[in-house]
């Protein structure tokens, strides 16, 4: 610190006492403030203050004074601090009064906090005025070396742009030059390129088809001025490897040049070569075309692999397909489905593919299998199962016999599709692997000859053939009854109504094999449950309607055969028997003296017949078999139903009268030997004993001997007494 002997010689001097002043006058208005917050005098030091009080405390230990837990000082330090909306939030539980309260108390405490700072500091405060002593010299003495070094640093800073302009121009430079010699070197490459490509061309050219001493000779010699040897002895006995050698080769190289051009676009000297290269390529594509040919047509392994690598090489993956499909597939399958009748000798119309299907799959395995197996190992690019062969089958079944696809005739086109599902089976067959079975689902063709199946329209004709012949049927304003004849079809299970048997034929039309197509199954689901629903409503609403017309009113029209049926069609089974059982299980009912009525009615239809005008047709002895049939018939399901019934209610009383006697024996009681009370299986069979001894009497008024029918004979050894077991009588 320097100081000055008079404030003349020293502006600082000066500058610093003005300072002091100020400082001074500071201090002063401080004391008073300090006066006014509560200080005896200037606060000198920190023993001059007067401590604040300590806050009482409660009974606890805890301040009484303490802020609220609902009171944050923190929210008022935050910048987004909004005092409206901060008493809009509290004003909701705690009333203004507290909350104006709490604001004072936390100013009283920030105002001690405040005056408890400034005595904390008080002596650096004061201080500060004698350390401010000579700034503006020492600012001075500071600002030379300060300008100094920004001078150098200025002058190195233009030193390093011009270097670094000269780098960038000399790095533009070079980039501009490396460029320059990649597209000469592009150019001069391509120009090689083409000149190496004509010359396979012209050894190409000089090979024959059959080669003689002389031709070897020649070969030799093009090949020594092409500068393309040939390999062995073997290039020269076989033309047609050394030619597929070469072609691979030319493709190879072309595959090159294509990239060059596609990289050197628009330059004079690409454009000059342009017709070399399209002769060059159209010579390729058809020299290419005509190898594979000839491979196609010997099979031979060898040629056909270069030609393959050729073509994968060029990218021409569809124009291999296409010489197969036309020069193999294509006449193969002209033989098995011609493009128009006439094509064929004895040709028969007809749209059925199963027959051309499996010779087409015998043509597959015969003739194309040995260039699907050399695709198979390592060229998947190419798809010659799809592309080529399914093509040309789809393209015949189109021009041969349109009608297949045509879903006007339901079972011929389901026919067709399932044998159509069936063939692209066996060609995913010759797929070598799973990504290759998905590659030939994955192939436009394949999508195409998919949708020639409409199955849409399909289960549309089928829906209006099912549905329409339960309608038909419903719609009958009589009751038809089914004869209860054995036939090969069977009995309906046991189904009476034409119109259930009907819904019954439906519901089996929906799942049969020649109906079900399993990817309309859901359709076909909700065809079923459709019928039910048609055949319950059928149901519901005549029997509502017999309901409400009872009476005699006016008949709903689509009911009538409701109204106008009998209440004998409504009867099904003879279902008084469970009734009988059920009178003698749940009621004190004591034992039968007369048979039931529904015995009367057995044989009611059967009289009625024979009463009719038409029995007269019939000779005496048809007459005699047709009643001792139908006496027949209805006596087994009588012997059926009671045996059933008389079977269960024995059993039922036996576990009864065991539990019954396990009960009394834990209870300490016995039961009584002497109660001869009659039990209900005794009641059900007297019952029954009399209502088969009414129906034997019936069956003798018809001119029927009942102890003739075994079914009788049965029945009445399973209710009679024991007494009457052996004798039959009225």
Same mark, same amino acid.
């Given at each position: ?20 002043? +100020? ?62 909306? %901060? ?33 904390? $500091? ?13 700034? $503006? ?13 920004? $001078? ?127 002769? +060059? ?36 993956? @569809? ?57 198979? @190992? ?79 329209? %399909? ?178 399901? %009588? ?92």
């Amino acid at each position: 610190m320097f100081f000055w002997s008079s404030e003349a010689n020293c502006p600082h001097r000066a500058a610093q006492s003005r300072g002091a002043a +100020a400082v001074t006058e500071v201090w002063e208005k401080t004391k008073k403030e300090g006066a006014d917050l509560g200080f005896a005098s200037a606060p000198g030091s920190m023993a001059e203050l007067h401590p604040p009080p300590r806050p009482a405390t409660d009974i606890f230990g805890d301040p009484i004074d303490a802020l609220p837990l609902w009171f944050k000082k923190g929210s008022f330090l935050r910048r987004d601090f909004d005092p409206e909306a %901060y008493v809009a939030d509290l004003r909701a539980f705690v009333p203004l009064e507290g909350l104006r309260a709490e604001l004072r108390v936390h100013l009283a405490s920030l105002n001690a906090e405040l005056v408890d700072h400034l005595n904390r $500091d008080y002596a650096d405060f004061v201080s500060l005025s004698t350390r401010l002593v000579d700034v $503006d010299a020492a600012v001075a003495r500071m600002r030379a070396p300060l300008a100094e070094l920004r $001078d150098k640093v200025s002058v190195l800073r233009g030193n390093i742009a011009s270097s670094l302009a000269a780098l960038k121009g000399g790095l533009g430079q070079r980039a501009e030059a490396s460029e320059a010699r990649e597209v000469l070197e592009l150019l001069l490459d391509a120009f090689h390129v083409v000149s190496n490509v004509e010359k396979l061309i012209e050894a190409l050219r000089s090979i024959p088809n059959d080669l003689s001493s002389t031709d070897v000779i020649n070969l030799e010699k093009s090949s020594i001025h092409s500068g393309i040897p040939l390999q062995g002895n073997e290039a020269l006995v076989n033309p047609h490897k050394t030619r597929s050698v070469l072609l691979e080769r030319i493709a190879s190289e072309m595959n090159r040049l294509k990239f060059y051009v596609a990289h050197a676009q628009n330059l004079p000297f690409i454009e000059n070569m342009e017709k070399r290269i399209h002769g +060059a390529s159209l010579l390729l594509d058809d020299s290419l075309r005509h190898c594979f040919i000839s491979g196609l047509e010997r099979k031979d392994h060898e040629a056909l692999l270069n030609c393959l690598r050729a073509y994968a090489a060029t990218g021409n993956v @569809s124009g291999a397909e296409e010489v197969f499909r036309a020069t193999i597939v294509f006449p193969l399958i002209q033989k098995v489905i011609p493009y128009s009748p006439s094509d064929r000798d004895g040709y028969a119309p007809s749209n059925d593919l199963e027959e051309d299907y499996q010779q087409i799959m015998k043509i597959i395995e015969a003739e194309c299998k040995f260039l699907l197996d050399i695709s198979s @190992s390592g060229f998947h690019v190419f798809d010659f199962l799809a592309n080529s062969i399914l093509k040309e089958v789809l393209f015949a079944i189109r021009k041969g016999k349109p009608g297949a696809f045509s879903p006007g005739r339901p079972t011929e086109f389901l026919k067709n599709y399932k044998l159509s599902l069936d063939f692209l089976s066996d060609l995913e067959g010759y797929c070598p692997s799973r990504s290759a079975v998905a590659k030939f689902r994955s192939e436009d063709v394949y999508a195409d000859f998919m949708k020639q199946w409409n199955i849409g329209v %399909y289960f549309s004709l089928r829906f209006q053939e099912i549905a329409g012949n339960l309608d038909s049927a419903l719609i009958a304003t009589t009751i038809a009854l089914v004869p209860n004849i054995p036939s090969p079809q069977g009995n309906h299970e046991g189904l009476i109504l034409k119109q259930s048997t009907v819904l019954l034929e439906s519901l089996k039309s929906c799942w049969r094999d020649d109906v079900l197509v399993l990817s309309c199954s859901d359709k076909f689901l909700r065809l079923s449950l459709q019928l039910i629903l048609r055949y319950s409503t059928w149901l519901t609403s005549g029997l509502a309607a017999r309901k409400v017309n009872t009476g005699g009113s006016n008949a709903i029209p689509s009911s009538d055969w409701a109204v106008a049926a009998l209440p004998e069609d409504f009867i099904y089974e003879f279902k008084h028997l469970k009734a009988i059982t059920a009178t003698y299980r749940m009621t004190i009912k004591g034992p039968p003296v007369r048979h039931s009525p529904y015995v009367s009615g057995l044989l009611r239809p059967v009289k009625a017949f024979l009463d009719g005008e038409r029995i007269a047709y019939l000779t005496v002895e048809t007459r005699n078999q047709f009643l001792v049939s139908a006496a027949e018939r209805i006596t087994s399901r %009588y012997y059926d139903l009671v045996s059933e019934l008389v079977d269960t209610v024995r059993k039922t009383e036996s576990s009864l009268q065991r539990i019954r006697q396990t009960a009394q024996r834990r209870g300490g009681t016995s039961t009584d030997a002497s109660d001869n009370s009659i039990s209900n299986t005794d009641k059900l069979c007297m019952q029954y004993f009399l209502d088969i001894q009414e129906y034997g009497r019936n069956l003798a008024e018809l001119g029927v001997a009942a102890s003739d029918i075994p079914a009788y004979r049965s029945l009445w050894q399973c209710v009679a007494p024991a007494d009457r077991q052996t004798t039959i009588t009225f």
